[in-house]
T-cell receptor
Framework: GDSVTQMEGPVTLSEEAFLTINCTYT??????LFWYVQYPGEGLQLLLK?????DKGSNKGFEATYRKETTSFHLEKGSVQVSDSAVYFC??????????????FGTGTKLQVIP | DAGVTQSPTHLIKTRGQQVTLRCSPK?????VSWYQQALGQGPQFIFQ???????QRGNFPDRFSGHQYPNYSSELNVNALLLGDSALYLC?????????????FGPGTRLTVL
């Protein structure tokens, strides 16, 4: 079945540092790929998405490129802020055996940015 | 345009009780999915509703049931609560048609079972 593997956290960075959170996936067909962010005590917010190979999703300074050859969708940001401290989830939407879309999440990576 | 809303925000129950959680999808969405997120874990898929029927289900026991109304809002019911049911319950909505497969999440309901 489909699966998503994220780098384990927590990741601790100083403000203005460069961020990379690795995400690789296993899926049949051509899934769409997502990054969601969860701030403490809140639900998941869609951060960015990419629907086909070589697409780049971007939002709020975050970027991720759909790499089919390496089955990866790594999240990057050039300069993190304290307000970026949250848990980040990589996810994919694939098709289950019944022909319906099914979302599979990674386990999440906690990011802590210190001033 | 209101996003996905859930109620209540927090809930405290005791073992053996029953609970009902509610979700209103984003405007224009007709599909509602429910997830359980234990502390420190990623969301686990419970089930999905479309056209008032359960369309697919994750690996959860029959104690977890749901309903979808004609206005696309949905309920999650959990019977015979166990301590292990304590979690954040997330509702997500999406549109079955329209060329998008993005799910939008509500803020969640925090259930504590004592």
């Amino acid at each position: 079945g489909d699966s998503v593997t994220q780098m384990e956290g927590p990741v601790t960075l100083s403000e203005e540092a460069f961020l990379t959170i690795n995400c690789t996936y296993t899926a049949t067909g051509y899934p769409s790929l997502f990054w969601y962010v969860q701030y403490p005590g809140e639900g998941l917010q869609l951060l960015l998405k990419a629907t086909k190979a070589d697409d780049k999703g971007s939002n709020k300074g975050f970027e991720a490129t759909y790499r089919k050859e390496t089955t990866s969708f790594h999240l990057e940001k050039g300069s993190v802020q304290v307000s970026d401290s949250a848990v980040y989830f990589c996810a994919l939407t694939g098709m289950n055996s019944g022909g319906y879309q099914k979302v599979t999440f990674g386990t999440g990576t906690k990011l802590q940015v210190i001033p | 345009d209101a996003g996905v809303t859930q109620s209540p925000t927090h809930l405290i129950k005791t073992r053996g009780q029953q609970v009902t959680l509610r979700c209103s999808p984003k405007s224009g969405h007709d599909t509602v999915s429910w997830y359980q997120q234990a502390l420190g874990q990623g969301p686990q898929f419970i089930f999905q509703y479309y056209e008032e029927e359960e369309r697919q289900r994750g690996n959860f026991p029959d104690r977890f049931s749901g309903h979808q109304y004609p206005n696309y809002s949905s309920e999650l019911n959990v019977n015979a609560l166990l301590l292990g049911d304590s979690a954040l319950y997330l509702c997500a909505s999406s549109a079955t048609f329209g060329g998008t497969d993005t799910q939008y999440f509500g803020p969640g309901t925090r259930l504590t079972v004592l």
